[in-house]
Structure formats: C-alpha cells, structure tokens
T-cell receptor, first 117, second 114 residues
C-alpha cells in the first residue's frame, strides 16, 4: 500500500524558534497534500491544503505567515512553524490522496509531536 | 459546513464483547466515509472505507455500515480484544470540498480489559 512518512517524529524547541516538518509520499506522487493539527483529546483539524507548484490554501483562522507551507515536488511538502510559541504545541499530521480503484483514498503520515517550551 | 459527531466519547468493556461505535454527519453529500484507528501518540491507521453508494464494508472482526440519507455510520467490532484498545475516528469526504479533504469526528476512546 501507499506510504507517507513524516520527519521528525517529535521535536522539542524553545519559544521563538522555527521548526520545519517534512511530509513525503514514498511510493506515489501527490500534487495535493493536507496538513492537520490535533490537540489532546480533540479531533484532527485541517490547517491547510498544500498544492505542488502553487500557493497553499489555508483554513479560516490559520495564520499563513506563521505556518509556512512549501510543496516543492510531487513527493514532498514541508510545514514550517515560525516563531513557535507554547500554544503551538500539538500533534501535526499530513496526508496525501491516492486514487485506488474508483476513488481517492487518504494515506496519513505517522505524525509529528511538537513541544514548544 | 460538514460536522461529524461520534458517540460515545469513551467506552470501556471486558474482553469478548461485541461493540458498536456510532458516527453521524450533518451533510449527506459525501463521496465516502472512512474509519480510522489511532493509538496514543501515533498516526492514523485506516480500517475501512465505505463509498457513498455502498451500505457496508467488512474486514475481519470489523464491519462498518453507512446510511447516507440519515447521515449515520456504525462500526461494529466483534469479539473485542485488549489489542483493540485505541481511539477510533470517523471521517467523511465531503462533496464540493477539495478532493481528499476529510472532516473528522472527535473519536471514541475504546478500552478493552482482559
């Protein structure tokens, strides 16, 4: 089956620093990838849609200047949390769709746990 | 806007019981509905995907049904085992949204004790 990887799996950083998270589709190409955020005991909330070769589309309430997304190739999207603060501490998960049969199925990365001190 | 609700929020049962997890969604204009499993601190594992034209899907001890007109889905787990302990998430792929964008419920946290 299709595999999506994320790196790093966890990161701890100081307040004010920037953190980059990578999302890769290992055995398929994805012109679109999705970035979700999950707070403890909460559901996954879509942050933005990453589009290869064009600007990302952000959900309402998500600051595009704080969460920079770059979809540089058909297998890689990166999310950079700029000037991170403790309230940005969360679990970040990416996904990529792959057409399997008659429909598109979402494949998720293992997630990245971000802790901002 | 699509909203997904899961009931119950938490469930604790002894090993061997048959379980039903519920999911409801507000807008029936969906492509498909997907059930995921999430272990603590981990990513998502897809369990079952039901197309909007289908009524149910089965995989091993898992059976998921879909009633699109009423906006409901159930995940049935037969003969539960301690290894089934996890959070189960329901997500819908809403028509009219970006292809592949999913709307998630908050999940049902399942604990199966031996």
């Amino acid at each position: 089956g299709a595999v999506v990887s994320q790196h790093p799996s966890w990161v701890i950083c100081k307040s004010g620093t920037s953190v980059k998270i990578e999302c890769r589709s290992l055995d398929f190409q994805a012109t679109t990838m999705f970035w979700y955020r999950q707070f403890p005991k909460q559901s996954l909330m879509l942050m933005a849609t990453s589009n290869e070769g064009s600007k990302a589309t952000y959900e309402q309430g998500v600051e595009k200047d704080k969460f920079l997304i770059n979809h540089a190739s058909l297998t890689l999207s990166t999310l950079t949390v700029t000037s991170a603060h403790p309230e940005d501490s969360s679990f970040y998960i990416c996904s990529a769709p792959l057409r399997t049969g008659y429909y598109n199925e979402q494949f998720f990365g293992p997630g990245t746990r971000l802790t901002v001190l | 806007k699509q909203e997904v609700t899961q009931i119950p929020a938490a469930l604790s049962v002894p090993e061997g019981e048959n379980l039903v997890l519920n999911c409801s969604f507000t807008d029936s204009a969906i492509y498909n509905l997907q059930w995921f499993r999430q272990d603590p601190g981990k990513g998502l594992t897809s369990l079952l995907l039901i197309q909007s034209s289908q009524r149910e899907q089965t995989s091993g001890r898992l059976n998921a049904s879909l009633d699109k007109s009423s906006g409901r889905s159930t995940l049935y787990i037969a003969a539960s085992q301690p290894g089934d302990s996890a959070t189960y998430l329901c997500a819908v792929h809403h028509r009219g949204s970006t292809l592949g964008r999913l709307y998630f419920g908050r999940g049902t946290q399942l604990t199966v004790w031996p």
